[in-house]
């Protein structure tokens, strides 16, 4: 049994209160009456009521993925988790993290209630994801491994700057949401595999809107929160790499971005590129005899499953989508990962003839694929998923995924829309595509 | 320049987006929102949406201290900071924190927006307080040492407890509740002597109610999410003392709560009860030549102002509230703490003739005091703030602060109120007297 079964246990069955306990429990009550009310004219209960009282202001200002609107808070929560339910967001490898489900939510939600302009929107939105980038490159490497999820961490950071811009905050009240979300970021790696993963994201975004609405408020923190002694870096195991802020001003980090092009795990997005070269180069399917993948070893554990039997376990396995992609199925798409194509002959053929080796001179982002034909001869291709693309071909790819998971009319509006953001109306045509009903 | 003001300033200035940010920040924003769309009937989508428009449902459903009415979790973190403010709220030594101030506002947050009656309010606030204490002692000392603020980490996985029982949550979803609040629970005492402390108490509260509000919608996370690897104990230095556990259900711990009853810092509460002693058994002050006050060094460097000037310098100092114990101040009110009592002749006479010695044979809960009478003699008295103290007598000081903070009438009726409030309309009275509005 966990420790949360049993409070779990504790907390949801009767309890048997004697006189003591309902003594004492009132004895708490009354002094907590006592001392809130006594502090309810204090400088902090001002600014947290007035944040409090600013968020009930708009209680249906802000609208959620699938329809309904909310408060700010609340939608930024929802719309972080949901954009990061299908794990096919974005991905910054200086950072660490996925950017855009943390920053944008907080954006759109704080946009939204303040009646931004799509201008001021996109401005918030480029500060936040550089901000969220530059914190997750000062807490590096050790930050991650010692269980820390960045998304939901430097992401707060950068969800606080993009909330704190659309509020205008000036220099001094944005440091200051910045170091309350110093004492309010959080996210563990442990929650991988279940809906703590998208919902770090989530809260990631909410803790951003609050501690900007708080500093808006007036709310104060200790300027020194996220390196000082005893700061967010020193407790959370931050490699504190201050070259991070360098640039900060002069260059942009955030456009290094990774965006995925397949509907499955990272691991063996490297290894799809690559076969996607041979196939655009014209290669058939039929033709192949055997395939040689090449990978770091580190993702043998991670997305090697031989003989997938179910849509899931298609989306960690070399061999099944090694054959999909020779095979010319989108990987883009979602539906493609499905018990049907783990069953289908050719594909189930052409799988079987597919060997995964690991090769520790290759970098986890690389991979590296032979094709021996039934002729005999022999094609390689190699990708490495850190290699520049053109914004064209991104653009490209963009769009084709975007077709393959809304459909050609939903994926054109939204092109059309986020086209004209910065137009008239622009922001309340995203709104309004973003608010199409949940089926 | 600190990094949160360099990222502030960088945040809060205009920014020179050329073509390729711009353009970057598109590719983002729509490949965010095509994975957004193309998630959103996804389980944690509709559970995180879910959530949100139950918040919704009751916009202005749950009372702030000070007046005003919010969400559910807007009026938690508001509360939870309010009453934190003071910094005059009760001390679990065990849990290494405040559990109130976390605690009761999610309760009563949930409990007016979801209609509970008082006696389900009490039931609930009883389970969440045993849940803090005991996650408080789990986690230990290492974990406070290091940084963490047991208020607000603690404190969040009980007030999701009490929020969960008041949704009345079985097992598995209170279950779950905890292990989304593991993902969540922050706070820093970095953070202290800023407003970030109080806010600690807030994030915590706020973290309860939307965990157990997510656990209500479904929302699933990891069982060991607590103490697994890279669970919130091992990734929080966490003593993992499973020994904390051991009587759950059985006995309670949250009943060995400490109040405060002097309105300055807790470092000087064990010498002030020790010269109540003395005052009480008749000693006048203006027979007194001289005190020796011996206390645990560490306080030296914490309340040991000699010469106060102001009322804040006053809290913590050992010589002048002694000599206010003795020439009869209530140290139990907050507005004797001012810069004349600071100045009053007697007084300074009297603080001039205390010694404060450390002796590290006492603990820090510990004090001795030896008062001189001109006369010669001595009178010697000890406290140790750990010692039990009678529930009646418990009472007496209770109603004697909150006389002190809020006035005879005022106090009289919030002790009416909560010993009513498993009765008829008990907490509505309760939520009646926490909206009385600021001054």
């Known amino acids: 049994m966990t420790i949360a079964q049993n409070l779990g246990a504790f907390a949801a069955s009767p309890i048997d209160a004697d006189e003591r306990i309902e003594r004492f429990v009132r004895f708490s009550l009354f002094d907590w009456a006592t001392v809130g009310l006594a502090g309810r004219n204090e400088p902090v209960s001002r600014a947290a009521r007035e944040m409090a009282m600013s968020a009930a202001a708009s209680p249906d200002g802000a609208t959620l993925l699938g329809g309904g609107q909310v408060t700010a808070s609340a939608a930024a929560l929802a719309n972080g988790a949901t954009s990061h339910a299908l794990d096919y967001d974005d991905t910054h490898f200086g950072h660490i993290g996925h950017p855009s489900v943390a920053i944008v939510p907080a954006t759109l939600a704080m946009a ?8 001021i929107f996109l401005d918030a939105l480029s500060v936040g994801l550089e901000t969220a980038c530059r914190i997750g490159a000062w807490l590096g ?3 991650y491994e010692v269980g820390f999820h960045q998304t939901g961490t430097s992401g707060a950071f950068g969800a606080a700057a993009a909330a704190g811009r659309i509020l205008r905050l000036d220099e001094d009240r944005m440091m200051q949401a910045l170091c309350l979300t110093a004492t309010r970021a959080a996210g563990l790696k442990s929650q991988f595999g279940t809906m703590g ?14 501690c900007a609405l708080l500093a808006e408020a007036g709310a104060q923190s200790t ?3 996220i390196e000082g002694p005893q700061g967010f870096g020193p407790t959370h195991a931050g490699v504190a790499d201050d070259a991070a802020f360098d640039t900060l001003g002069r260059e942009w980090l955030f456009p290094g971005i990774s965006y995925k092009f397949h509907a499955c795990c990272h691991g063996l997005h490297a290894m799809l590129e690559a076969a996607r070269s041979l196939t655009i180069e014209g290669l058939n399917a039929s033709d192949v005899e055997a395939v040689a993948i090449r990978t770091h070893p580190r993702w043998l554990a991670v997305c090697n499953q031989p003989e997938p039997q179910t849509g899931l376990q298609a989306k960690f396995s070399y061999r099944l989508t090694a054959a999909m992609a020779l095979a010319g199925i989108d990987t883009a798409a979602l539906d493609v990962y499905n018990d049907e194509t783990c069953a289908r002959a050719d594909l189930v053929a052409l799988r079987d003839r597919v060997t995964v080796i690991p090769d520790d001179a290759l970098s986890d982002t690389e991979a590296h694929l032979t094709v021996t034909m039934k002729a005999g001869e022999q094609q390689t291709a190699h990708h490495d998923i850190l290699s520049k693309t053109e914004p064209d071909a991104i653009e490209r790819r963009l769009r084709h995924k975007s077709s393959a998971l809304l459909g050609d009319r939903d994926a054109s509006d939204l092109w059309e829309t986020v086209a004209k953001i910065d137009g008239p109306n622009g922001l309340s045509a995203l709104i309004g595509q973003i608010g199409m ?3």
Do not use: C, Y
Not at 112 to 119: L, Y
Not at 197 to 210: D, I, Q, S, Y
């Open 437 to 439: 009903s949940a089926s």
């Open 223 to 225: 300027p020194d929160a």
């Open 197 to 210: 993963k998208p919902l770090n994201a989530g809260f990631a975004a909410e803790v951003g809107v609050t």
């Open 141 to 143: 490497r050790s930050h």
């Open 112 to 119: 939204e209630t303040r009646k931004a302009d799509g201008k």
